[in-house]
């Protein structure tokens, strides 16, 4: 007998999201890793005693995973889908007859989490439980930095002493750049200002750009730390040197780098952090050279080379996933707690693998 498509709508509903989420699926073990205890308490000493409500903040972080591992273009478009997932409520910490939220309440409250540097301390706090598990090594580390685009176009990038059009200038910008030499001396961005213009090499187009760096652990690749910068020429070697002096070893470190960190001021500076520059030689570099057969003779050399080559997997994931390619905020502290915070969303994707049953079985 050929059932009806008829559909009647049910007064009552006795599942919760929880019933409806299999106990298998992949975002239960991420959502177990992402509940710190640590980070609450460092909620109530953000938010005042007294007043009403706020939305919780581990709903708001929570959501902003959901955001990272589904790709969700936007803000908006996530409090839509939020609305209509029974997955995404389930994540988050909604009941299904829960109204979302209205999408400024990231605006606001991004500021407060600005402030409280929550990005790095959630990124901390999901690298010690990594620890705690022996997935991370404190002894050999990476270290590298790619281009993230600004949200800021070519058009907005002009003359400092002319940022300010005649009221009478049309919306769309009639200076023609054509044949104008533009540097970031000379010129900068209405639109972002802490966006700078950069390119990835010779022959490449510039765009306005900021430089996104990683440390990461050899053992499985781990994120360690994250440094976003201007980009300088020089940012990719003084974040370096950033991230490596918040290592905490008794033992030596090592640090595997490709032929742009292969510097003498670089290689200098590591020795004196008691880390040994495991960075690949650029033999045609003006001077030859500033690793010579002390450290390339050594078999750890040639592993750490070989390990280096892991950390374009998280870059991948970060501009692919989690949209970093071409981030949707202005200004280096919204860009840096987002790449930041990515960074901790990859890390709890990674941790999630290495942690299967599948895995520890191979």
């Known amino acids: 007998m050929r059932g009806q498509d008829k559909q009647q709508a049910d007064m009552f509903s006795y599942l919760s999201p929880e019933a409806r989420v299999r106990k298998d699926h992949p975002l239960r073990a991420i959502r ?16 005042a005693k007294t007043g009403h409500p706020s939305i919780p903040p581990e709903k708001l972080l929570r959501a902003q995973l959901i955001q990272m591992l ?11 889908e939020i609305d ?8 988050v910490g909604m009941n299904l007859d829960e109204p979302v939220w209205d999408v400024t309440v990231f605006t606001k409250n991004r500021d407060r989490l600005l402030d409280g540097d929550v990005a790095r301390d959630f990124l901390c706090e999901v690298v010690n439980q990594a620890r705690e598990k022996n997935l991370t090594s404190d002894e050999h580390f990476t ?12 058009k907005s990038f002009q003359c400092k002493d002319q940022k300010n059009p005649p009221p009478d200038d049309p919306r769309n910008p009639t200076i023609d750049f054509h044949g104008e030499t533009r540097s970031n001396e000379t010129h900068e961005s209405t639109t972002d200002p802490d966006a700078l213009l950069a390119r990835k090499g010779s022959g490449k187009e510039a765009k306005l750009s900021y430089t996104g760096n990683l440390l990461v652990e050899n053992r499985n690749g ?6 976003l910068f201007q980009a300088n020429g020089t940012a990719e070697r003084d974040a370096g040197l950033v991230m490596l002096e918040q290592i905490r070893s008794e033992h030596r470190v090592t640090v595997g ?17 008691k880390v040994t520059p495991h960075v690949a030689q650029n033999t045609k570099r003006s001077g030859g050279s500033a690793i010579d057969e002390r450290t390339t003779r050594h078999a750890g050399y040639g592993i750490s080379q070989t390990k280096r080559k892991r ?3 998280s870059f991948g994931w970060l501009k692919t996933i989690a949209l970093m390619r071409k981030v949707r905020h202005r200004g280096i502290h919204k860009v840096g707690w ?4 990515a960074a901790a969303a990859y890390n709890l994707v990674r941790m999630r693998n290495l942690l299967s049953p599948a895995v520890q079985s191979a």
Not at 70 to 80: F, K, N, P
Not at 84 to 91: C, E
Not at 222 to 227: H, Q, R, W
Not at 338 to 341: D, G, P, R, S, W
């Open 84 to 91: 209509y997932s029974v997955l995404f409520r389930w994540f």
């Open 338 to 341: 987002v790449f930041t915070f």
């Open 311 to 313: 950390i374009e997997e």
């Open 32 to 47: 177990t890793m992402a509940d710190q205890e640590n980070m609450s308490r460092r909620f109530d000493r953000m938010y």
């Open 222 to 227: 781990l994120i360690v730390t994250t440094e």
């Open 257 to 273: 780098a490709d032929k742009g960190y292969d510097t003498r001021d670089f290689v200098a500076e590591c020795r004196n952090l």
């Open 143 to 154: 270290v590298d930095g790619t281009l993230i685009e600004a949200w800021a176009s070519l």
């Open 70 to 80: 589904y790709s969700v273009r936007s803000e908006r478009l996530l409090m839509e």
